[in-house]
């Protein structure tokens, strides 16, 4: 990650928007948060030109590690043609002056909510994570004095009870999103809420992810090649969602789909819910069921008003 | 049976083995603090050794002070001076001066209590208030079960009360349940107060019944008895109250 | 402050308080408290509201540091230890383990928005059980101990009754196999019918189970029914103790014999 300073954009803001003091003190915790992985390091949240709870860890962490030659891609809920994805996206081209894509393999930045792309990652590319709540045992410990000592003395038996109350209810494990994993053997984390049909790919993954809540104040990481576990019982082992469909569009057999609903007689597609990576499948003449359906032009489309503007 | 009053050791002769109770010099003087410090003296200098196989029948005018030196031996009262020893496993423990959890193994073990009063938690069924004692020693459940059962049939307490609680019986009833919880135990020493106070004559005689089979089986007790009959049947002496009575 | 390591105590002691002090500001809660209990044994303390009772049981738990004196408990992992000379963590890891704490309110001591099946099976969690089954098989078991309905195993707690959020309390805190009991008035915000059944359920548990329990009540009856042993307080000060039919049936200090001849007959 390259940086500028004092570059100014369109003569209103500095370089990403952010100040460099800001950028800084970022950096620190982020380099922190690199050296301790998956421990929550906190950070002198700013105010965004969006409501906390709209995405400003991420695009502060961004901001921060932002330069001039990155490419910057940004997906909301695995699309990139998303009202917020295109919005962050239009902002980072804006006050950083980057090239974005939408192709997973041409970044090197990726901003995200929901999803991990599913394109496999690389060496040399970050993940920047918006996260709602980054304590994944505040649902259960409401004092912030004692879950912070959880943390300190390695006391995760109370995460379990999440578990238990699924397998109670739902006779399995189900909690889909923000499923929380323990990094290094040492610090239980809370991913954000990607599904935990993605959470194997942060176990020894290339790529350095980078985690920023604004609202909470915090910033984790999960450095290159980190060991990242999932959390299950002995009789109840971890495992990930799967669909009996085929993409409609592509035909993809094992990614993570999007149940999409066409009519009011509860027609209904299972479509890629990483728009990238389906329409990558469709460039390379894969064909699902429902191929050529309307809905098949949206992503296109997206990226040419896009660009129109 | 005798009934003679005699002096302490008097009767040795015809007990056997070493004394089980060894009462020295136990005094008990009542000091109220809220009635402006009052002195309220019992009795002093008592003296009494009681054998296996004896029943010791405290006597004396009400008031007089019985009822609290049975309180004392038991270790309910905390004596003003003086000791009292019992025989607890194979040595004497006193208990004026023993720490609590020994106070409290030697009346699991070796020394059972029968009050006046039924004190018990509210809303357990008899038989398993009955049954307590013995799973508190470590009983089979299935063997205290039958133990207690046949005790509460020698009691002729009603099979159909067993499974209440005794609050809603009737004195007779609730003082028999009393008496069964402790002589469901063969307890070495037993202190016994006023056990058959209302009883009526068919069920004071079963209790004399029990209480003599328990002290040909060794048992050594003292006892507190108004009705004469009563202690005419178990008593194998007196031991006069009054001589102790100490001038308030 | 001392806070050395003991070393040599007596094995028969489970837990040694010694030298207890606690102020608050001006405010004495406990002056100099010494005492010992063993293994399978029950004390109660009792005394008026603000005696102190509740912040020497805290204090014993390790939930308040005092100004001065010595908590010493026989752990099984730590022998026999000063808890506060003891790190935070290896404190938590006894409370954890080896105790349990029964709060008055049960809503301060269950998570209310869990399950009551999954609040009774935490402690298992917390140390470390990572079988379901298991856990589950054990939670039943407990169910049916403390008298709940199995069926409202995965209920959440609110929709229980009081008396039936404490019995989950009280499973919650014996599940593991403690060796001691801390409760605070654990019968104090409840029926007086549904009293009865929690103390009988509690003098049974703890006998089936040989563990030592420390009650904090200001209700003489429930001492009366429960305690082996009691200490009274006033004013931070014990008093008086002593075995609990001494205490109550010939009280000796002034103070012991107000409380005692206060209590309402019925």
Redesign the interface.
């Known amino acids: 990650m390259t940086t500028q300073t004092n570059r100014m954009q369109h003569g209103a803001y500095n370089h990403a928007y952010l100040d460099e003091q800001t950028k800084r003190m970022i950096r620190r915790a982020i380099l922190k948060a690199v050296a301790i992985p998956g421990y929550q390091v906190p950070f002198g949240s700013r105010e965004m030109p969006v409501p906390y709870g709209w995405g400003t860890g991420g695009i502060q962490v961004t901001a921060s590690i932002i330069g001039q030659d990155d490419v910057y891609k940004c997906i909301d809920q695995g699309a990139d043609d998303t009202t917020n994805a295109v919005s962050i996206r239009r902002f980072f081209a804006r006050v950083a002056d980057v090239a974005t894509t939408e192709r997973t393999a041409e970044a090197t930045i990726i901003q995200t909510r929901h999803r991990i792309p599913e394109a496999p990652l690389k060496e040399g590319q970050i993940m920047v994570y918006q996260v709602p709540q980054p304590e994944p045992l505040r ?2 410990e409401p004092r912030e004095t004692e879950t912070r ?1 959880m943390h ?2 390695e ?1 995760y ?2 995460q ?6 699924s ?3 739902f006779g399995r494990i189900a909690g889909g999103a923000g499923y929380p994993v323990l990094v290094d053997e040492r610090y239980l984390m809370s991913p954000s809420p990607i599904p935990k049909f993605d959470n194997p790919k942060l176990h020894q993954s290339e790529a350095l992810h980078l985690f920023g809540a604004g609202r909470e104040k915090r910033i984790y990481a999960v450095p290159p090649h980190t060991d990242v576990r999932s959390l299950d ?4 082992p971890f495992d990930v969602q799967s669909w009996d469909e085929v993409c409609a569009l592509c035909g993809c057999p094992d990614s993570y789909k999007d149940e999409v609903i066409l009519d009011d007689e509860g027609t209904r597609m299972f479509v890629c819910s990483d728009s990238s990576h389906c329409s990558d499948r469709r460039d390379a003449g894969h064909a699902g069921p429902m191929a050529g359906h309307e809905l098949d032009q949206g992503s296109a489309d997206a990226a040419n008003l896009e660009d129109a503007e | 049976m005798s009934t003679q009053n005699q002096p302490v050791g008097f009767n040795e002769a015809m007990s056997n083995g070493d004394p089980v109770i060894v009462v020295e010099q136990l005094a008990k003087t ?5 009635l402006n410090g009052s002195v309220v003296p019992v009795f002093t200098g008592v003296n009494l050794a009681v054998h296996p196989g004896e029943c010791v029948v405290l006597s004396g005018a009400s008031g007089v002070g019985k009822s609290t030196m049975l ?1 004392a031996i038991y ?4 004596p003003s001076s003086g000791s009292v020893q019992v025989r607890h496993d194979d040595g004497l423990v006193d208990i004026t001066h023993a720490p ?2 020994l ?2 193994d030697v009346r699991r073990r070796s020394m059972g209590y029968v009050s006046q009063f039924l ?1 018990v ?4 069924p008899t038989l398993d208030l009955v049954m307590e004692p013995l ?2 020693n470590g009983v089979d459940p299935a063997e205290a079960r039958e133990r207690a059962e046949a005790m509460l049939a020698d009691l002729n307490l009603p099979r159909t009360l067993w499974s209440l609680p005794p609050a809603t019986f009737s004195g007779g009833e609730q003082q028999r349940v009393n008496i069964a919880r402790v002589m469901v135990r063969d307890y070495p020493v037993l202190l016994l107060d006023e056990p058959t106070a209302s009883l009526d004559a068919a069920n004071r005689q079963t209790v004399i019944k029990l209480m003599n089979r328990a002290r040909a089986a060794g048992t050594a007790m003292i006892g507190i008895f108004h009705d004469e009959a009563v202690r005419d049947g178990v008593a194998t002496r007196l031991f006069d109250v009054t001589q102790f009575k100490m001038a308030a | 402050m001392e806070r050395a390591d003991v070393q040599h105590q007596d094995d028969a002691a489970l837990l040694a308080v010694r030298g207890l002090n606690k102020r608050f500001g001006n405010v004495v809660a406990c002056h100099d408290i010494n005492f010992e209990l ?1 293994r399978g ?1 029950i004390l109660g303390i009792v005394g008026e509201s603000g005696s102190g009772k509740t912040t020497l049981l805290r204090c014993m738990a390790g939930q308040i540091d005092p100004d001065a004196g010595q908590v010493v408990f026989n752990s099984r992992r730590h022998g026999v230890k000063d808890i506060f000379a003891l790190s ?2 290896d404190r ?2 006894i409370s ?1 383990e080896e105790w349990g704490y029964v709060h008055q309110n049960p809503r301060d001591g269950l ?1 209310m ?3 009551g ?2 609040n009774v ?2 402690p298992l ?4 059980q ?4 298991q ?2 098989e054990l939670t039943l078991e407990w169910f049916e101990k403390v008298e709940l309905d199995i069926a409202r ?2 209920n959440k707690p609110r929709t229980f009754s009081g008396g039936m959020q404490q019995r989950l309390q009280i499973a919650r805190n014996l599940i593991h196999s403690p060796s001691l009991v801390f409760m605070d008035e654990p019968t104090g915000g409840l029926d007086v ?1 549904v009293q ?2 929690l ?2 359920l509690m ?1 049974l548990l703890v ?1 089936d189970m040989g563990l030592a329990a420390i009650i904090v009540t200001h209700d003489i009856a429930v001492a ?2 429960l305690a ?2 009691l200490m009274v307080m006033k004013s931070g000060e014990v008093v008086e103790h ?2 609990t ?2 205490v109550l ?2 009280p ?3 103070y012991t ?2 409380l005692v ?1 206060s209590v309402l007959q019925i």
Do not use: C
């Not at chain 1, 019982?233 to 109840?236: A, K, L």
């Not at chain 2, 270790?75 to 905390?78: A, K, R, V």
């Not at chain 2, 938690?121 to 357990?124: F, G, K, L, Q, W």
């Open positions: 649902g259960l000592a300190a003395y006391e038996g109370l379990y009870l999440s578990l238990y109350e397998v109670a209810a019982f002995e009789d109840y | 009542f000091l109220l603090h809220n309180r270790g309910n009262y905390i609590p959890h106070v409290l004190r938690i509210p809303r357990i799973l508190e | 063993r044994e935070e963590q938590r890891r954890r998570r928005r869990v399950s099946g999954a099976a935490e969690m917390m140390n470390g990572r079988h379901y089954g856990m589950r195993i995965d019918s009865a059944r103390l009988d003098r006998r009366r029914l082996d042993r002593g075995l039919d001494q049936d010939d000796q200090h002034g014999q107000l001849s």
